[in-house]
Each structure stands twice: as structure tokens, then as C-alpha cells.
């Protein structure tokens, strides 16, 4: 079993960056791939980021492409989320999440672990 929890999530101006981490407990041995996820109010759980355990293997949405960067730290169980030039858009709650990295989907229904989730809000 797998425990996420993320932190770093916050109110800022557009144009602003934040920082988001995620740390992971239980069975950190195992290679998993960690991305995030969010969802606005109304909408639908979406895909953001994805990095796959040695880091190799690195996914964007294309909405964020050029603006957010994904990272690992396993020395740490941890993952960020380094979110620049932020946009009203990217307003949502952040999750992070887990997967066997052979069961990859970008469909977050099939990823096995979840984070509690953390805001983000981004004012213009």
C-alpha cells in the first residue's frame, strides 16, 4: 500500500509560480510512475504530469508544456510540480498520483494511488 500526500498548493497572481510536492510512504520500493492531476470546479479530473521512477520518461499536458515541470526525488519518496507563468486556468485542486508504470494511462480512473489533493488558485 501507497500513501500520498502533497503539499505547496496556495493563492497566486497570474504570472506567479508555485511549487508542489508530493510525499509518498508504504511501499516506495516499488518503481512507481508519479504524475498529478487536477480538476476545476465542474470539470473533469485531468492529466497533467506524469515521470516515470528513474525519470526517464517524462509526460505533459499539452496546456502546460513550456510552463510546469515535473521531478522526482527518490531519495526522498517525493515528487514536485514546478508550476511557472501561471494562468486563471490552471486553478484547480492538484492531486498526486501513483501507477504501476505498466499500466500507464493518461485516464486517471486506472491510476492506483491518490493524494488527498492540494489548491491551487491562481487570481488575475
Known amino acids: 500500500q501507497v500513501q500520498l500526500v502533497e503539499s505547496g498548493g496556495g493563492l497566486v497572481q497570474a504570472g506567479g509560480s508555485l511549487r508542489l510536492s508530493c510525499t509518498a510512504s508504504?511501499?516506495?520500493?516499488?518503481?512507481?510512475?508519479m504524475g498529478w492531476f487536477r480538476q476545476a470546479p465542474g470539470k473533469e479530473r485531468e492529466f497533467v504530469a506524469g515521470?516515470?521512477?528513474?525519470?526517464?520518461?517524462?509526460y505533459y499536458a499539452d496546456s502546460v508544456k513550456g510552463r510546469f515541470t515535473i521531478s522526482r526525488d527518490n531519495a526522498k519518496n517525493t515528487v514536485y510540480l514546478q508550476m511557472n507563468s501561471l494562468k486563471p486556468e490552471d486553478t484547480a485542486v492538484y492531486y498526486c498520483?501513483?501507477?504501476?508504470?505498466?499500466?500507464?494511462?493518461?485516464?486517471?480512473?486506472?491510476?492506483?494511488?491518490w493524494g488527498q489533493g492540494t489548491q491551487v488558485t491562481v487570481s488575475s
Open positions: 498520483a501513483a501507477v504501476d508504470p505498466r499500466l500507464f494511462s493518461y485516464y486517471s480512473n486506472l491510476w492506483d494511488y
Open positions: 515521470i516515470s521512477w528513474s525519470g526517464g520518461s517524462i
Open positions: 508504504g511501499r516506495t520500493f516499488s518503481p512507481y510512475t
